[in-house]
């Protein structure tokens, strides 16, 4: 296991710019995971770790050394890809041995035989070692494309979106045994994820990516309490942050133009009125539609609420973050 | 007027169906008599009206395989008895075998240069049309263009500047110069087939190989190779038939030692013109590797003359 360190990366394919003087520490056993939109240049990242890709400018660590000019197998890195990439003519279990059969590792066959089966466990795909990987269905070559990862003990696990296909249960399953492996093993990973309940719950480290920036770096709940940006609050919080404008509510700081309003940073039953236009309950979370002087804004309340559409519910701002016209936090 | 794509109707079956069988028959015709006529009598062979049921007769292979000489009836008679069946069939026409005929050595000469032009134009075509598809090749358009342009005209169009060129070099009339000019020839084909099968080869499976810790000439061979080998199959067909079949090259290149079998099975007819069954049975064994070969590769052709359109 190592630490992996891009200092100053820059990549760009024509007039795309997917990476920016992109500087990162994934420190050693970490959990680290990239929040960005889509081509916010996340797998871009990766792909620069892995070697698969060279970056025009700036240089990549692994372990402290530069791995300019080093093959993706000599960087000894492991890659979970968002589009499986199983090897069609082979069976789930060859796939899984291939690495490990590889040039590289050339493991005893005692020893591949025990791996494959460990991990086929831990990804519930025992069953289907023998099926070729195209008979498979799309949740099942995502976790046969993770166990071919998972079989190696690499100096970095790279992970784009790796349970994205997965239903709810097995997601959960997964999320923990991902976070098991991190944990005892002191493995290090680079994670890419849209889902915020990964990202929260895995993450030692959230680096929130924007058009090939980083924007912010810090513990998940950093970064979400302590945003640096609207874009960077937008990233996490289910339902989405309320962005308004500043003084909706009252008096704001000078600079400001934006307020933004997480659920937990509205106090319902004190302050003005605003109108209930729609109560959804979601199971574990009850949302309220509001509509208040004119603006929309969701909120959560009680999960036996007995709120209807129509009744008026009174709201205040606690804790607030505001913004600026660029979009950036005042402290 | 309405039809479905997907589902034919039972009309459009039989009109399909008719249509194929009666095209068969068609290009069967030719085939049908060449093997027939391979078994014939030579006074068979030349009947008119052609003669459709006949007694079958080995002579033809006999005399394919043999050479022979006429003996005085004397001679014939110091001789005894025939011992063999083939014996008995060459001494019914007052002669007797003197040796092999030269159709097994053209024959070697045509599976040699046959198979070791479509291993080479394979092999290197499957190597530049990898290439070709995945790496940056500066000129990489106006060299594709170039190696098909050489199939732009008839090879055969240049075949004076061959022929000296083959004579100064020590090439003319061996195998090694026919394999080479043959791999010449295909090379384009092979290269553009090729190319489009390995383009339809995702390369994030290379990517995944590149990962897991092989090179780049081991995830090329591990990866890439099986999931080409419906190209490679097809591929190899088109070039063993051209290499096969070819004529006028061989004609004008070969005459002894590396004369391949299309040019020596007229030259079996003999002197006086009447030997067709031979002609014809040497042209039937020689249709045998070939037809062997390509019905061993035919799940691959059939998906392979249809690229593009059943993968993925
Ligand atoms: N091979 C390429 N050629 C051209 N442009 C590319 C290439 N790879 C990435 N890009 C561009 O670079 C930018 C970043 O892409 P990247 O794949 O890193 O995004 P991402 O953050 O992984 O997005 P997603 O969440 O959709 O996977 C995008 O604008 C994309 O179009
Ligand atoms: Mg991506």
Known sequence: ?331 | MSFSITEPSNRQKWIAGILVIGYAILTLIPLIWIIATGFKTPSDAIAYPPKLLFTPSLEGYVNLFTSRTRLAPEDLAALGDPTTWYDKIVRSYDMVITGPSRYGERFMNSVVIGFGSTFLSVFLGTIAAYAFSRFKVPLKDDLLFFILSTRMMPPIAVAIPIFLMYRELGLSDTRLGMILLYTAVNLSLSVWLLKGFIDEIPVEYEEAALIDGYTRFQAFYKVVLPQAATGIASTAIFCLIFAWNEYAFAALLTSGTAQTAPPFIPTIIGAGGKDWPAVAAGATLFLVPIMVFTILLRKHLLRGITFGAVRK
């Not at chain 1, 991990?119 to 008979?135: G, M, Y």
């Not at chain 1, 929130?208 to 513990?219: A, E």
């Not at chain 1, 309003?261 to 109108?275: A, C, K, N, T, V």
């Not at chain 1, 009680?302 to 009174?314: F, P, R, S």
């Open chain 1, 1 to 331: 296991m190592a630490e992996v360190r891009l200092h100053g990366v820059t990549k760009s394919f024509g007039a795309t710019t997917a990476l920016q003087e992109m500087s990162i520490t994934v420190p050693d056993g970490s959990f680290v995971v990239l929040l960005g939109p889509t081509g916010a240049g996340k797998t871009t990242l990766l792909r620069m770790v892995s070697g698969l890709d060279k970056p025009d400018m700036g240089e990549v660590f692994i372990g402290g050394q530069p791995v300019r000019g080093l093959t993706p197998a000599q960087r000894n890195v492991a890659m979970v890809f968002q589009q499986y990439s199983l090897y069609p003519h082979l069976t789930v279990r060859e796939n899984m041995e291939f690495p490990l059969k590889s040039p590289l590792l050339r493991t005893p066959r005692a020893e591949i035989t025990r791996k494959v089966a460990e991990v086929a466990e831990v990804l519930q795909i025992s069953h289907k070692l023998e099926n070729k990987a195209t008979a498979l269905s799309g949740g099942e070559m995502q976790r046969v494309s993770i166990g071919r990862a998972l079989v190696r003990n690499p100096a970095v696990y790279l992970m784009d979106e790796p349970l994205s296909s997965l239903d709810a249960k097995l997601r959960a399953d997964l999320r923990i045994e991902l976070k098991n492996i991190q944990a005892n093993l002191g493995a290090t990973f680079l994670y890419v994820t849209h889902d915020q309940v990964e990202a929260m719950t895995m993450a030692t480290h959230v680096g929130v990516l924007d058009h090939g920036r980083l924007v912010q770096f810090g513990t998940p709940r950093e970064i979400y309490e302590n945003p640096v940006s609207i874009y960077a609050a937008g990233r996490l919080g289910q339902p989405h942050i309320n962005i308004l404008p500043a003084d909706l509510f009252g008096p704001a700081p000078p600079a400001a133009t934006k307020i933004g309003l997480r659920p937990e940073q509205i106090r319902q039953g004190e302050g003005q009125d605003s109108l209930v236009k729609r109560v959804e309950h979601l199971g574990d979370q009850t949302r309220l539609h509001l509509s208040f002087n004119h603006h929309d804004l969701i909120t959560v309340t009680d999960a036996h609420t007995t709120l209807q559409a129509g009744d008026i519910v009174k709201i205040q701002p606690q804790h607030p973050f505001y913004f600026d016209a660029t979009g950036a936090r005042i402290l």
